[in-house]
């Protein structure tokens, strides 16, 4: 039979671009109910080119469902996960509530997807969108020449903070728009839109004309959560508990698709050769590199695609089995509903095999 799925947080960011996805692809599901937030109960959304009305948030909403997507703060997910499991659902969750939980699977299905079949709380975790962004082409080449150590700088969309974040930078951006006189002392465009907007911002400063060298919530040492968050995850994704990571996020003034300056060490002599074609063979992996005729990775030739864009490969002068590269993601899709529903539909083929 068909399994049924609910999506909860349909109204959000990553949840709208969840339906658009659940439309495109090939469609597994019986009925797909769409849960939010009791303030967004009773709004008419269309996915599968059907309208669906919202339900709110209740542990009933569950009954009868099998598969139930999180995209929804941790808070949320670490209470109502656990409820849909209760229900008989598995969870399939976006947040950061269960992925360090060594009896919940992380999951990219390009990487390690028979993992999501051993989830002894009922729970599959999907990645942060910023570690996402390099697993698919880190898993490609890990196969081969094994992956030991990974540096890693962020270039973050505002996307990233959701819906409010895309409205502050196009906020600033209208604020700073013809006024080209800002930009050229310390703290004028700082002035200015704090003036029009207030300092009210997901950003800990503002984006426009800027990049933010801060990404996420700050933790022990100086890190922040997203730095953490690319260690950790990283290592669990690949299985390689020991891989030593150390990671810069940062927040650029881009809508969607985050972007990651990757230096990788392998245990084995790697070729920049042999690289592209392990990429190139990659099924989720696109390669764009060939600079000299104005073929690279970017965030605006990503967004709204489905396959982590990979260029920029060069073997690294100064240190033996490296390689750097530049990668990019759109964080909406592969980077959070486009893993989520790729995992929800490995779970869907379980109820139809
Ligand atoms: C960000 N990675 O970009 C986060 C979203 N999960 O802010």
Sequence with gaps: RKPTLAVVGATGAVGSVMLGILSE????????????????????LQVRGEDVVVQALSPEVFDGVDVAMFDV?????????????????????????????????????????????????????????????MMDALGALHDTWQLTELVVASY?????????GVDRLYDEIE???????????????????????????????????????????????????????????????????????????????????HSLAVHATFAKEITVEEARAALEAAPSV????????GVFPTPAGTVGGDPTVVGRLRQALDFPNTLDLFVCGDNLRKGAALNTAQIAELVAREFTA
């Design 25 to 44: 692809r090939e469609d597994v599901w019986g009925e797909i109910r769409l849960v939010a937030s009791a303030r967004s109960a009773g709004k008419v």
């Design 73 to 133: 703060p941790d808070e949320v997910s670490a209470e109502w996960a656990p409820v849909a499991v209760s229900r008989g659902a598995v969870a399939v969750d976006n947040s950061a509530a269960f992925r360090s939980d060594p009896e919940v699977p992380l999951v990219v299905p390009e990487v390690n997807g028979a993992q999501a079949r051993d989830r002894p709380k009922g729970i599959i975790a999907n990645p942060n969108c910023t570690t996402l962004t």
């Design 156 to 164: 973050q969309a505002a996307s990233g903070a959701g819906q409010p």
């Design 175 to 257: 604020v700073v728009a013809g006024q080209r006189e800002l930009g050229q002392t310390s703290g004028d465009t700082a002035a200015a839109i704090e003036g029009k907007l207030g300092a009210d911002s997901p950003f800990p400063a503002h984006l426009v004309l800027n990049v933010v060298p801060v990404a996420g919530s700050l933790k022990d040492g100086g890190w922040t959560s997203e730095e953490l968050k690319v260690r950790n995850e990283s290592r669990k994704i690949l299985g390689i508990p020991d891989l030593k990571v150390s990671a810069t996020c940062v927040r650029v003034p881009v809508q969607t698709t």
């Design 286 to 293: 696109e390669v764009r590199d060939d600079v000299a005729n």
